[in-house]
């Protein structure tokens, strides 16, 4: 029996991961692709992630406002009037997004299951992405000593632990898969 024979299903998994992984950053590259990087524009979902971290700073009783940076495409966060973090577009979790949908793809289903799910976990990171962000310039204006653990440990890992628990509930629950392998 030949190896592909073999392991047909993980390499049919490597594949479908592969080419949406690659089609997701392709749309996601011609969507930056449209933003001017001479002027230093920002693109437009990390303009929505700043604002409504903005938001949520603000409903938790702090002054915070934003300014677009005229020295890169990013948006500087004030709080109490002091610089204390950019929003760039790393911060707007898109290839956060893209890596769990595909992920997702590679254990498909059924389109609609699919599809639904794809745009719930989506919803979910967004939602959890701009609290990250509201939370991190709090965190460094609170905790200034701190914002290298916030920022490269706590945070990531908090992201990425629902990203990794979502998927896990895909297979689990959602997916099918765990139905063939207790058959």
């Known amino acids: 029996m ?11 998994f490597l594949a479908k991961f592969g080419l949406s992984y690659l089609l997701l950053s392709g749309i996601y590259w011609l969507y930056l692709s449209q933003y001017n ?12 992630v700043a604002q409504q ?3 949520i700073d603000v409903f938790l009783g702090e002054n915070v406002r934003l ?4 020295t890169e495409a990013a948006f500087r ?3 109490n009037d002091r610089n204390v ?4 577009e790393g911060c707007n979790a898109i290839s956060v997004m893209i890596l769990f949908a595909a992920f997702i793809v590679a254990f498909s289903t059924t389109f ?3 599809a639904l799910y794809i745009i719930a976990g989506i919803v979910i990171i967004h939602i959890l992405n701009v609290i990250r962000v509201g939370l991190l310039s709090l965190g460094f204006y609170y905790y200034y000593d701190y914002r290298e653990l916030l920022h490269d440990i706590l945070f990531p890992l908090f992201i990425y632990g629902v990203v ?10 959602f997916s099918g898969n765990a139905a063939k392998v207790k058959a």
Do not use: H, Y
Request: glycine fraction near 2%.
């Open 53 to 55: 971290s903005r938001d």
């Open 112 to 114: 609609k299951r699919t």
């Open 67 to 70: 300014e677009q940076w005229k």
């Open 2 to 12: 030949s190896i592909l024979k073999k392991n047909r299903s993980f390499f049919i």
């Open 164 to 173: 990794f628990i979502l998927w896990v509930l895909w297979v689990i629950k």
């Open 77 to 79: 966060v004030f709080v």
């Open 37 to 48: 990087a001479q002027l230093k524009e920002p693109d437009g979902m990390t303009r929505i």
């Open 85 to 88: 973090a950019r929003v760039v």
